[in-house]
């Protein structure tokens, strides 16, 4: 049991491994708990399953070092990324975005040369956030020296937060090669993009990553800005004002509210001819009520209007108006509007760098809708390594990874309507 109030805190499931938690807490009668326990045999519970949890995401690690290990081997010299080629297989094997499958790779070759923290993630003492941290700040070192990091913090970091952990490997770092350190600092701060990603009511969320006093003298002057114009009488609140304001500095126009704005409205087919009144979405957003995008069309400079049709049947895209006043390649844009401008890698939502021919140009590919699919940078490439394969079968694609698993990445459905 757990003795909640003498001071010393003993699971009740703490004795037992990792490979009989389960049956442990699953033969577990909750329900003759004491009730003076307040739920204490539960929060145990929690903790037994975070054990486990940790333990096999540690073994996950080890596993995706062993398949890069194996096909670095296995891919000719100069023929191709085995880490990319691994981080593509990972992201689709999980269902998780490249981007997520790339942070574990790097989890995964990190830990692999810090053994000691590799067993305490194993025996469930950390978490994989705080194993994330640890590699992230210990890159710079080179192997002896990680090793040497690994011994000095291993017995420091059982419940410790990641924040923590990252302070505590940053001054091992610092103390262990201070020259690595300002490198990888160097390296860090070069490391600037930005970034947009689409939030729900069309609203969108713009992402900066720079040097901190940089971003932060950015920051301040929004905000001191903004207090100015408060405490003159403006309504609005602090965060419109910056966001408005930065939006007009940026673009250079007097009015936030005055930028032109371009809208492919997806509609069904039958809407056409007036028999169905399913709701319109606004291309690259998604989902919008009629009353917000009359506000967005009244208060726009420029509006452009471009309708996108779909299939009464199965609701993906087949027509595009190819209307425009500024005409800029209707393949192109019907092939993006189609895709929902978002990468046909199974499990990546990258936006569209390229239109790629699925059967290969050189293989006499045609350049057509439907052997053309969108696909960000990263996957065009995967696409191309070896043992890779990517077909089509209907408006649907498979991709086939190396090691023989197949996935399918289905034409999406970009209207979604209530079915009576």
């Known amino acids: 049991m757990t003795c909640g109030f003498s001071g010393i805190i003993v699971s009740m499931f703490e004795s037992f491994g990792v490979e009989d938690l389960l049956s442990a807490i699953d033969v577990h009668d909750f329900g003759s708990d004491p009730e003076l326990d307040f739920g204490a045999a539960r929060i145990d519970a929690i903790v037994a399953y975070e054990r486990i949890i940790r333990a096999a995401q540690a073994r996950q690690l080890a596993q995706i070092n062993a398949l890069y290990q194996e096909r670095v081997e296995q891919i000719p010299f100069g023929s191709g990324d085995a880490a990319l080629s691994v981080i593509g297989e990972v992201a689709m094997a999980r269902s998780v975005s490249p981007g997520a499958a790339g942070n574990q790779f790097g989890s995964a070759l990190g830990l692999a040369e810090l053994p000691q923290t590799a067993a305490a993630f194993e025996a469930g003492q950390i978490s994989e956030a705080t194993v994330r941290a640890i590699v992230r700040e210990t890159d710079a070192l080179s192997v002896s020296d990680r090793i040497v990091l690994d011994a000095e913090i291993a017995d420091h970091l059982p419940g410790l937060t990641p924040g923590r952990a990252a302070r505590l490997a940053r001054h091992h770092v610092i103390a262990i090669d201070a020259d690595a350190a300002h490198e990888r600092a160097e390296r860090n701060r070069a490391n600037q993009h930005v970034s947009l990603h689409p939030d729900v009511d069309g609203v969108a969320v713009l992402q900066v990553r720079g040097p901190a006093e940089q971003l932060g003298a950015a920051h301040r002057a929004l905000t001191a800005w903004a207090r100015g114009l408060r405490a003159t009488g403006d309504g609005r609140s602090m965060g ?64 452009f209007f471009r309708r996108l049709i779909t299939d009464p049947v199965d609701d993906t895209l087949i027509g595009r108006d190819p209307r425009r006043r500024r005409f800029d390649g209707p393949l192109n844009g019907f092939i993006r509007a189609r895709d929902r401008h978002r990468c046909r890698q199974p499990g990546c939502d990258c936006r569209i760098g390229d239109i790629d021919h699925i059967r290969a140009h050189a293989d006499d590919g045609p350049t ?53």
């Not at 809208?263 to 957003?285: F, K, Q």
């Open 240 to 303: 419109q004002i910056m966001c408005t304001t930065l939006v007009e500095r940026v673009t250079g126009v007097a009015h936030a509210d005055a930028i032109d704005v371009e809208i492919g409205i997806t509609v069904s087919a039958d809407s056409l001819v007036g028999t169905d009144d399913s709701p319109a979405e606004v291309d690259g957003y998604g989902p919008i009520t009629p009353g917000l995008l009359d506000d967005v069309i009244a208060k726009a400079h420029r509006v």
């Open 368 to 420: 057509t809708e439907a052997n053309g699919q969108g696909l960000c940078k990263r996957s065009h490439t995967l696409k191309h390594l070896p043992g890779w394969n990517v077909t089509s079968r209907g408006r649907d694609t498979i991709w086939r990874t190396p090691t023989g698993h197949t996935y399918t990445s289905p034409a999406p459905t970009v209207l979604t309507r209530r079915r009576t």
